[in-house]
């Protein structure tokens, strides 16, 4: 498969599973704030934090915010614009993708630059925001169901659940921060029950949560279940997994001299969270052990890019001639 094909397809996916994440997180927000006796301010500070998102001017509110991370096209993580380079990209490849994908991912866009902030503010946020989600459901499950499971199908995976592990790390990260500052506050310091069935809420997670530990909430758990469950789809580990797997599979098709090294590196990682457990994580820092995650996590992006993306046009006539030969 030509480069800019797998870059783009890899490209599509992570930007897609950003603008599902955003719009999810912004959903949960909004539906919260009525609960919520917390400042609304430092809520919105800790939201934007968790998506990477720089502060808009001015006063930090519930609708400057949402219309930050949903219209504003200046803001490249913004939900119109993840949408919009994930059409570009689809463009791009047309050829590859069936014409389900290309259909849906069409009518999404169109949805979503129909709208505008006013209109969704004052009809309901959360049917705006709930329509971009099950979309986004509808075109991965369209994928999945009409396009041959080939390596273009492995590089979406890819890339669907390299975002998914960074998105769910940095979410948790920056939680645990806020709510568990020392390291025997794990099982002591008194919960803010709300904060954190919206962290599970966050990463549609809640009734799977209640399900495996009733409906108590504890930091510990929480925290095992979103980083260590092998079960979960929002997981970290889940997610790690699933890349590998995937990563694996575009390995034996390109049979490239390199092509094992972002395996390799994805295998390594879900080695360390098949077996850790979640005590001996509290006990040290979990701050250190998510970040860890987030390089290596970077590693894996970066060894993808140089095997599969920006790779010597040695390395590619060497392919060429294996596969001749």
Not at 162 to 185: K, P, W
Not at 238 to 244: K, R
Request: aromatic share 10%; proline share 2%.
């Amino acid at each position: 498969m030509l480069s800019r094909v797998a870059e783009s397809l890899y490209w599509l996916s992570r930007y897609l599973e950003r603008a599902e994440h955003t719009a999810r997180l912004i959903d949960v927000h909004l539906n919260s704030m009525l609960d919520q006796a917390s400042d609304e301010n430092l809520r919105w500070q800790r939201l934007l934090l968790s998506l990477r998102t720089l502060a808009p001017d001015g006063e930090i509110d519930a609708y400057s915010v949402t219309r930050l991370l949903t219209f504003d096209e200046s803001n490249t993580s913004s939900i119109v614009s993840c949408i919009a380079a994930a059409r570009e990209n689809a463009r791009q490849v047309r050829e590859r993708i069936s014409s389900e994908m290309w259909e849906q991912l069409n009518r999404l866009y169109l949805r979503v630059q129909q709208a505008s902030m006013e209109q969704i503010w004052h009809a309901e946020p959360h049917r705006f925001l709930n329509s971009v989600k099950e979309g986004i459901y509808l075109f991965q499950g369209i994928t999945d169901a009409t396009m041959s499971h080939s390596e273009g199908w492995h590089f979406i995976r890819v890339g669907r659940f390299f975002e998914r592990a960074t998105a769910t790390s940095t979410l948790l990260d920056i939680h645990v921060s806020v709510f568990l500052t020392g390291q025997s506050a794990y099982d002591n310091e008194p919960l803010d029950y709300l904060s954190w069935v919206e962290l599970l809420r966050s990463c549609s997670s809640f009734e799977a949560y209640c399900k495996v530990y009733t409906a108590a909430i504890r930091p510990a758990n929480i925290a095992d279940f979103l980083l260590l469950n092998s079960e979960l789809p929002r997981s970290i580990r889940f997610s790690c997994a699933m890349m590998q797997v995937a990563l694996q599979a575009i390995s034996k098709v390109t049979r490239a001299r390199s092509a094992g090294r972002a395996e390799r590196l994805a295998g390594r990682l879900r080695a360390t969270l098949d077996y850790d457990q979640i005590e001996d994580i509290l006990s040290v820092n979990m701050h250190d052990y998510l970040e860890n995650i987030q390089r290596q996590c970077a590693l894996i992006h970066n060894g993808i890019y140089q095997t599969y993306f920006a790779y010597p046009i040695e390395v590619a006539l060497t392919t060429s001639g294996m596969e001749q030969a």
